[in-house]
């Protein structure tokens, strides 16, 4: 590609509104220009980067045999209404009417569209287990788009589901996928953390997060130095509250765990051990209350007490108020019904059901708001458990480090909740009728590129990873009128454009301009043809060496392998 026919319409400032690194960068490179809040252009050098990511992906799809295919943005209300989610996406949907009157929405993922696919098209186990994906647009109104393409209102997703006949069948997808999604980060440069996490509105346990490390990260990570140990900060919070002593408990947590609804299955999706939750409450609230639970005994199934508080009333409790809680039989106090925890539980029309585990002791539990932001002592953390690998082990992790990081993917195990509410049965070896079990995996490919920026910066702009890179050598020549240069551009233009994507500066500019674009390009390899070409010298530099070095042209080839 000779840049001179190159549309990148490179800046010297970035806009005063960008403050992630990579933002200003992309800006400042040409790479995307903003539309409106949250949506960007992506211009030729922003689309190569784009498009190398989705070849990755596609490959490592391939790899472990899960075909692509591709849906509509726009959707029928009615089909998120089937799933009961149309009423508790919230506001992050963008819906609009047709000229029918009809409600529709523009996909913000697709748990329902692949539902409803498989409900009409798989019918016996024979089909399964079977993986789907697409590489999409998703559309969500996020209160505050920011940060370039780490936050966007409009964003490329890569997400896909799968389809099981048994649990096991999930396991090894849910293995697979998450092998693949490790090697897409490993190849895209982007360094990555597997860690516990919750489900948001998809619902579903499991739930593990890729989260990368970068200054600018929205999230909060806990990492240990050998590796071993990696949480997401809410889960890692959760967990350790279990074990504080009362008097410490001054802050409570808040956790989403959506489809948890039995305590066995919080359990379980917390990676706390039953024993553990002895004497701990753990919240349900939407907006307007709270549902306390407390366990009675260490029974884990006798967990049926209830009370209900405004969220407003949240407060110190009396230890003979918790008495009352803790001491029915029926389970709970007031206007609670002896199974009315279990039904709120269970009944996922609950808008952004939370959990706040808090810890408690026979005189009185803390009930107040947390400050997710306060620092935490490596010894509040002695006894969490591994999120790394699949079961939980207790591991030797400390010290911790806190990090903050990107979420740049996330997957997890579905279950039968979208089946179940939307018909989408197979039939198993017995000719029995069976709701297909879900699992659920994506990757923000475009906030993904945001992250392989941030977290290889370097001083005037990027170091691209080779994989990604919008174009893998850059060829600049210092003067165009200088024959020897020319044709010694060309004839390397030529010859490594056969195995590498070569973007030859072929402008008349000054050295300066061209150097700082190049800065901007963050090729892997940069040959600056100058004042030697006829000596067959070239120089060569990566965009981490602090300085160019001169090269026989003939030793180029060995330089850039
Ligand atoms: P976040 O917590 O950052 O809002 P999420 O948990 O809502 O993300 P998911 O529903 O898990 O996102 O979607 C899968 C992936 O899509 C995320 O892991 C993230 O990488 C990406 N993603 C989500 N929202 C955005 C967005 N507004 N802009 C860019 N990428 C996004
Ligand atoms: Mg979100
Ligand atoms: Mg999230
Ligand atoms: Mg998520």
């Not at 220009?33 to 490959?59: D, F, H, M, N």
């Not at 692949?114 to 186990?125: C, G, H, M, R």
């Not at 230890?319 to 279990?342: H, I, Q």
């Amino acid at each position: 590609m000779r840049q001179s026919n190159f549309f990148m319409p490179t800046l010297k400032e970035a806009p005063a509104d960008a403050v992630a690194a990579s933002h200003k960068i992309m800006i400042r490179g040409g790479y995307i220009r903003q539309v409106t809040a949250g949506v960007y252009s992506y211009l030729p050098l922003g689309y190569r980067v784009l498009r190398k990511a989705e070849r990755i992906i596609e490959e490592e799809m391939d790899r472990i045999n899960v075909p692509e295919m591709i849906m509509p943005h726009l959707l029928p209300a009615t089909l998120w209404q089937e799933s009961g989610r149309y009423y508790k996406y919230g506001d992050e949907m963008f819906k609009l009417k047709d000229r029918h009157g009809r409600d529709s929405l523009l996909g913000p993922t697709h748990e329902e569209t692949f539902t409803e696919i498989i409900a009409k098209n798989l019918k016996s186990y024979k089909q399964m287990p079977l993986a789907l994906y697409q590489i999409q647009t998703k559309f969500r109104d996020e209160n505050r788009p920011r940060f370039g393409l780490l936050r966007g209102r409009e964003f490329v997703m890569l997400d896909g589901y799968s389809f099981a006949a048994t649990r096991e069948q999930l396991d090894k997808q849910f293995d697979d996928q998450k092998a693949a999604y490790k090697r897409i980060f490993k190849r895209a440069g982007v360094t990555v953390h597997p860690v516990i996490a919750d489900s948001g509105t998809m619902g579903g346990k499991n739930s593990t997060e890729f989260q990368a490390p970068a200054a600018i990260g929205e999230d909060t990570i806990a990492t240990n130095e050998k590796g071993t140990y990696a949480a997401n900060l809410e889960m890692a919070k959760s967990i350790d509250t279990f074990k504080q002593e009362p008097e410490e408990l001054k802050t409570m947590e808040k956790v989403a765990t959506p489809g948890c609804e039995t305590i066995d299955q919080l359990t379980e999706f917390l990676h706390v051990p039953a024993t553990r939750i002895v004497k701990s409450i753990l919240y349900m609230a939407d907006d307007q209350k709270i549902l306390v639970l407390i366990r009675a005994d260490k029974q884990i199934n006798e967990v049926k007490l209830g009370h209900l508080l405004d969220a407003n009333e949240v407060r110190e409790a009396t230890a003979e108020e918790l008495v009352n809680v803790t001491g029915s039989e029926k389970g709970g106090v007031g206007p609670v019904k002896a199974d009315w925890a279990d039904k709120v539980i269970a009944d996922e029309t609950v808008k952004g059901l939370y959990n706040v585990v808090v810890g408690a002791n026979e005189t009185g539990y803390q009930f107040q708001n947390a400050n997710l932001d306060r620092d935490f002592k490596v010894d509040e953390f002695s006894d969490i458990r591994t999120a790394n690998e699949g079961e939980p082990d207790p591991v030797d992790h400390l010290p911790l480090q806190f990090t903050t990081s990107i979420e740049v993917g996330h997957i997890f195990k579905l279950g039968t909740y979208y089946t179940e509410t939307m018909g989408a049965d197979f039939l198993d070896q017995n000719g029995k009728a069976q709701p297909v079990i879900m699992g659920s995996y994506g990757i923000g490919v475009t906030r993904m590129l945001s992250a392989a920026v941030e977290q290889n910066l370097t001083e005037h702009g990027v170091a691209w990873p080779k994989e990604i890179a919008p174009f893998t050598l850059h060829l600049i020549q210092m003067k165009m009128n200088d024959e020897d240069q020319t044709k010694l551009a060309e004839s390397l233009e030529t010859k490594f454009s056969e195995k590498y994507d070569v973007l030859y500066d072929d402008r008349k500019e000054r050295a300066g301009v061209k150097f700082a674009d190049a800065d901007l390009v963050g090729a892997p390899i940069r040959i600056t043809i100058g004042k030697k070409a006829a000596d067959g010298i070239v120089e060569v530099k990566r965009p981490t060496d602090d300085k160019a070095v001169e090269i026989s042209v003939d030793d180029l080839e060995a330089f850039v392998a």
